[in-house]
């Protein structure tokens, strides 16, 4: 499964943004996906997850502010960022795998840039 991120831009901190991953290929609806976050000279960490049932889960420094989405028809998943801190400024990738825990053996993707001003 290839898959495209995009929707990163500048905002400032309050704001809103939405991200979008486009999955290629048919089996995008059975898949657990997942959002990461990479902050400047960081290590990517994992922010929010859907499996392919629609249950959701957040990293604590997200929760209550992102909303991690699917839409099956479109092959896509989304995620919602409001109330945007200068430390969410970052990159943004997604991923996919049969299970939640398959997906830190998935392939990365390109990911898109997000940039929080303060």
């Known amino acids: 499964v290839q898959l495209q991120a995009s929707g990163g831009g500048l905002v400032q901190a309050g704001g809103s943004l939405r991200l979008s991953c486009v999955a290629s290929?048919?089996?995008?609806?059975?898949?657990?996906m997942g959002w990461y976050h990479q902050g400047p000279g960081k290590q990517r960490e994992l922010v929010a997850t859907?499996?392919?049932?629609?249950?959701?889960n957040y990293a604590d420094s997200v929760k209550g502010r992102f909303t991690i989405s699917r839409d099956n028809a479109k092959n896509t998943v989304y995620l919602q960022m409001s109330s945007l801190k200068s430390e969410d400024t970052g990159v943004y990738y997604c991923?996919?795998?049969?299970?939640?825990?398959?997906?830190?053996?998935?392939?990365w993707g390109q990911g898109t840039l997000v940039t929080v001003s303060s």
């Open positions: 991923k996919g795998g049969l299970t939640i825990a398959a997906l830190r053996l998935a392939s």
């Open positions: 290929g048919s089996i995008f609806s059975i898949l657990a």
């Open positions: 859907i499996t392919s049932g629609g249950n959701t």
